[in-house]
């Protein structure tokens, strides 16, 4: 069965400081990856997606961006983290494009910028 | 303008009752619509997705409902457990790559 890991679960970073979120999904090959944020009261928000290796989209303009080294790996990164790059992260998978195919989220990452 | 709405944004019910979520959208062509489950601090789980063709759909003690013609969506709950605290997503989406348009979710707590 398909299993997706997130980590770390939470993070609390100072203002200026880089970051790096995992994200790696098993047992199936090629899938579409996706970055989340989720913030209070509001719908979650695409920031990134991959269809393959060193293949990433941006859905918004933003201080962080996305890599996918491996077919079953994306890391959301930033090199100088904002007050308002705190959320909830959330990376998803899916068979093909999330609009037709059922869409997995990992556990989720909080961060906290100070 | 695409757009997903819940009502209500929270609930409190009593452990055993049931309890019925809605959900409007103005999603325009229309693929599929979703229901997802977040407990608080973890990653949503899907519970249901429905198709144009579909107006009903079960899992369990969850059954979701869609009129594709007044753009409406529930989520029905039967019999609700404490482990049902958590909030509700309603997902609708259009044709297309990624087209999925969250709404913003009902807070559910169930209390004993």
């Known amino acids: 069965s398909q299993t997706i890991h997130q980590w770390p679960a939470t993070l609390v970073q100072p203002v200026g400081s880089p970051l790096s979120l995992e994200c790696t999904v098993e047992?199936?090959?090629?899938?579409?990856l996706y970055w989340y944020r989720q913030a209070a009261g509001r719908g979650l928000q695409l920031l990134f997606y991959?269809?393959?290796?060193?293949?990433i989209s941006s859905e918004v303009p933003q201080n962080l961006s996305a890599s996918r080294p491996q077919d079953r790996q994306f890391i959301l990164s930033s090199k100088k983290l904002l007050l308002s790059d705190s959320g909830f992260y959330l990376c998803?998978?899916?068979?093909?494009?999330?609009?037709?195919?059922?869409?997995?989220f990992g556990a989720g990452s909080r961060l906290t910028v100070l | 303008k695409n757009q997903v709405e819940q009502s209500p944004q929270s609930l409190i019910i009593l452990e055993g009752k049931n309890c019925t979520l809605q959900?409007?959208?103005?999603?325009?062509?229309?693929?599929?619509l979703r229901w997802y489950k977040q407990d608080t601090g973890r990653g949503p789980v899907s519970l249901t997705i429905?198709?144009?063709?579909?107006n009903t759909k079960s899992n369990g003690r969850y059954t979701a409902t869609l009129d594709a013609d007044t753009k409406q969506s529930s989520l029905h709950i039967t019999a609700s457990q404490l482990s049902d605290s958590a909030s509700y997503i309603c997902?609708?989406?259009?044709?297309?790559?990624?087209?999925?348009?969250f709404g913003t979710g009902t807070r559910l707590t169930v209390i004993p």
């Open positions: 998803a998978w899916s068979t093909g494009w999330a609009g037709a195919n059922v869409l997995t």
């Open positions: 047992g199936t090959s090629n899938p579409n």
């Open positions: 991959s269809v393959g290796i060193g293949q």
């Open positions: 959900c409007n959208y103005t999603v325009s062509p229309f693929s599929n």
């Open positions: 429905m198709t144009f063709s579909e």
């Open positions: 997902v609708v989406s259009a044709p297309g790559a990624n087209n999925l348009f």
